[in-house]
């Protein structure tokens, strides 16, 4: 199934893409992370278990360190957060990383806070993702789109084949989670396969 082929009320929410100074969304990023007791199953680069005591200074290296990213990233990493627009409650997030401006690819990962898990935000947010970035007027231009993601996670698995995106290859062994060792499933999108379909 495809987006496309999708009942969804889209017209509730909003994608919206952060920039320098949308302190409310970025602190929305800092408080996911920091929040999110087990990292190492929902976060791309796994660090040590446990919720990460927030505060205010806490934020402040976080913000400062966005700030430097913004501006010293050639293309920087592109955060979008999925918000219900009548409440402005910020949903979940997607990105788009290490792009590739000679073959044109970039690398896609999304996140859920815990609260926001299992509710259907995951077709949403991809829906209208996909639909910006696959725009003929976004830039930059993309061909394919490549993510990641263990074989433990049959969320994210489901989601990524519910939207046309083919497994591609198997990383053996690659990923340990609670003792056990799972590989890593390569998954990939390309521009003319979304087109075809939509």
């Not at 190492?40 to 919720?51: E, L, Q, S």
Request: aromatic share 16%.
């Amino acid at each position: 199934m495809t987006n496309g082929s999708m009942d969804l009320n889209l017209d509730v929410y909003e994608l919206k893409q952060i920039r320098r100074g949308d302190i409310d969304l970025l602190e929305a990023v800092y408080y996911w992370q920091n929040n999110e007791s087990d990292k190492a199953r929902y976060c791309v680069d796994p660090v040590p278990k446990g919720k990460t005591p927030c505060s205010d200074d806490g934020l402040a290296r976080f913000l400062k360190h966005l700030d430097k990213h913004f501006d010293e990233m050639d293309p920087p990493i592109t955060y979008y957060i999925l918000i219900l627009k009548e409440t402005g409650e910020k949903l979940g997030m997607i990105t788009i990383s290490d792009f590739n401006p000679r073959n044109y690819n970039a690398v896609i990962g999304f996140y859920f806070p815990e609260a926001n898990r299992h509710k259907g935000y995951g077709s949403i947010l991809m829906t209208l993702f996909l639909r910006t970035v696959f725009h003929p007027d976004y830039r930059p231009y993309f061909h394919k789109l490549w993510a990641e993601t263990g074989a433990f996670n049959t969320a994210s698995i489901r989601l990524l084949e519910r939207f046309g995106f083919h497994r591609d290859g198997i990383i053996r062994e690659h990923y340990w989670l609670d003792d056990e060792i799972y590989d890593q499933y390569i998954y990939t999108l390309l521009r003319k396969e979304y087109l075809e379909n939509n």
